[in-house]
């Protein structure tokens, strides 16, 4: 076995099945209870212990996603790669990803049986979300290629030490005597030096307890019997009161205590009907009374399958912003013109040997004799065939062909000059990125080796210009550009053939021989940029 | 010039290495240029890293990319690295 490094610094971990990407062809309370038992593998091996927990805050955040998802690990569709986990950490540190595409199998099937254990996998993902990394142990849990699963599985001995040595062997008491009213009592009861006897009630203990009573009946709960003081034990029903009984879960655990008295799945139920009107045709809504107000309305529910999830906001482009201001000369200017000296950049590229700085809806053009006088002015001025009412370019970047591509939003403009090529704008999806981008931040033609490269948030992409696609093995992470960061604003090569990242009122020169920043603390843009005056355009706060 | 090498040892092979952790990807813009100037010293390296995916896999260490190797590497697996570079780049064994 392999131990990572990081570890859990607590011991009772939470877990949760993602609010918003659950898996789209598995009942999600049966994965939820596969998912129950993988953890529960570990759990029986250390001294872990997993509650699962109604929020995206969990320690352990399962989720199911197709290709692309938001990191930098995209899936490949069914086979290969089947899921991935982050080691311990905060963030997504302990999260555990599978590949929606797969053929999940909820139940052991034969061998020669298409599809993937999710229990398997599960149980091996859940071990990276402990700190195991792969072992080179067949038939180790945490041996990299699938196995399969034996009908009556037990951890594995490599495994068994691996985790052992991180958090420890599971300690014979189980964690429910830590409850004060079911605490087991060590000694039994002693009798009396009193003539009288005394009777004294036999303590609970737990059925699957070594010390268990020959006549206790297995099914006895030792679960408290106060909902407001142990909620974890009364969860709340999926979608009270709007389903009255349980058809489509025949095997849903019945011993499980709602926290309302009258609830219990196998019961039938007797909810408040409508009362139903009379007239004909019906002129208004039936009344529902005793049922609450919000109805039909449905609140937002992450354990409701059946609830719409509200989507995603879409990319809204900066409101613009049309009022004008009065200076103290008199002059009118627009007050969404970024002041040339202080402001930073929405992308910077050198266009026919000038360069153009975008902002807003606003650009500069920076030519051999500096900047041009009356600048900035519009993008629109200058390429008119760009959107009316463009409120900004995300990245800008002249292609070796000499066209100039404009990405807004999820869209690429290509221009031929000052007009827009014929078939454009395209979604960026065209050139291979992913359907979820809503943006890109910057876009460059790298000197170093001529290749194009899009930046977005965490991750870049190379970009083939032949095949006119993103290669196949991005995106990657930005820490590949040492010293840039994430989230950057632009990057473009100047005619020094270095590379320039820019990030806030700030820029890097980037050392392309050692893939770092040549100084990391950032310098102020406008002064190098816009020439402006190094008193006006920089802070006397460092950069950093 | 074009890579020779059997086109650098087949770009999946490579992808595969480098992304379970064989090959080192810590400057993969900059080994993309070097590589077609020093095709020598990255063989050695391919050959190292197809045979220790070799020996973590279980299978004859070969050092070539034969059918076993294949087999391997089209099967159904974990997308985590199997050996783990930290920020570092260190690597950790028990």
């Known amino acids: 076995f392999v131990v990572q490094g990081e570890k859990w610094k607590h011991t009772n971990l939470t877990w949760s099945l993602s609010s918003l990407r659950r898996p789209s062809q598995l009942d999600p309370y049966h994965t939820r209870s596969v998912l129950a038992r993988a953890l529960d593998v570990w759990e029986q091996a250390s001294r872990l212990t997993f509650t699962e927990v109604n929020s995206d805050d969990a320690d352990i955040v399962v989720s199911f996603a197709k290709r692309y998802h938001d990191d930098a690990y995209p899936f490949d569709g069914r086979g290969s790669i089947l899921a991935h986990a982050f080691f311990p950490g905060s963030g997504r540190g302990g999260d555990a990803h599978f590949d929606d595409d797969e053929l999940w199998l909820l139940q052991p099937k034969n061998d020669d049986e298409e599809g993937t254990s999710l229990f398997a996998v599960a149980a091996h993902e859940f071990g990276h979300s402990l700190g195991l990394s792969h072992s080179s142990v067949k038939g180790a849990l945490m041996f990299p290629w699938y196995q399969g699963i034996q009908p009556n599985f037990v951890l594995p001995e490599d495994d068994r030490n691996g985790i052992q040595q991180m958090y420890g062997p599971k300690e014979n008491k189980r964690t429910w005597a830590k409850i004060p009213s079911y605490r087991p009592v060590e000694t039994p009861p002693t009798t009396t030096t009193t003539t009288t006897t005394t009777t004294t009630r036999r303590p609970y203990i737990h059925h699957r307890h070594p010390n268990r009573h020959p006549n206790q009946h297995p099914g006895y709960t030792p679960y408290p019997r106060d909902p407001s003081k142990y909620p974890a034990y009364y969860p709340e029903r999926p979608n009270y009161p709007h389903r009255p009984s349980y058809p489509e879960y025949p095997n849903y655990p019945d011993r499980r205590r709602y926290n309302t008295t009258e609830e219990h799945p196998r019961r039938t139920h007797h909810y408040p009907r409508p009362t139903e009107t009379t007239t004909h045709p019906p002129t208004r809504r039936p009344h529902y009374p005793n049922v609450r107000p919000e109805y039909p309305y449905r609140p937002y529910n992450p354990t409701d399958r059946n609830h719409d999830y509200p989507k995603k906001k879409p990319y809204l482009y900066p409101e613009k912003t049309t009022t004008a201001k009065t200076t103290h000369i008199g002059v009118v200017t627009p007050s969404d013109k970024p002041d040339t000296c202080d402001t930073s950049y929405d992308a910077v590229a050198l266009i026919r040997g000038e360069l153009f700085i975008f902002k807003n809806r606003y650009h500069w053009r920076i030519g051999a004799n500096g900047r041009y006088p009356g600048y900035p002015i519009e993008i629109t001025r200058m390429w008119p065939s760009l959107p009316k009412g463009l409120t900004h370019v995300d990245a800008v970047y002249e292609r070796p062909d000499k066209k100039i591509a404009f990405f807004v939003g999820k869209e690429l403009y290509l221009c031929d000059s000052q007009h827009l090529v014929r078939g454009y704008p395209k979604p960026l999806t065209n050139l291979g990125l992913p359907e979820s981008l809503e943006k890109l931040d910057a876009a460059m033609v790298w000197g170093y080796n001529g290749k194009t490269y899009f930046y977005s948030g965490t991750m870049y992409w190379k970009y083939d210009e032949d095949e006119g696609r993103v290669e196949l093995d991005y995106p990657r992470d930005m820490s590949m550009w040492k010293g840039v960061g994430y989230n950057i604003d632009s990057v473009f090569q100047w005619k020094d053939g270095k590379t320039y990242f820019f990030k806030g009122k700030g820029f890097w020169k980037f050392n392309d021989l050692q893939m770092r920043v040549e100084h990391e603390r950032q310098l102020p843009s406008a002064p190098m940029w816009m020439r402006c005056p190094a008193e006006r355009a920089g802070r006397r706060a460092p950069y950093r | ?94």
């Open chain 2, 1 to 94: 010039s074009r890579p020779t090498r059997s086109a650098l040892h087949d770009k999946s092979v490579r992808s595969y290495l480098e992304n379970f952790g064989y090959l080192r990807k810590d400057r993969p813009e900059v080994a993309n240029l070097l590589m077609e100037n020093a095709t020598q010293y990255y063989e050695d390296d391919f050959r190292i890293a197809v045979k220790t995916l070799q020996e973590f896999g279980g299978i004859p260490v070969t050092g070539e990319v034969d059918e076993a190797t294949q087999r391997l590497m089209v099967q159904k697996r974990c997308g985590r690295p199997d050996v783990e570079t930290g920020l570092e780049g260190k690597r950790r064994k028990r």
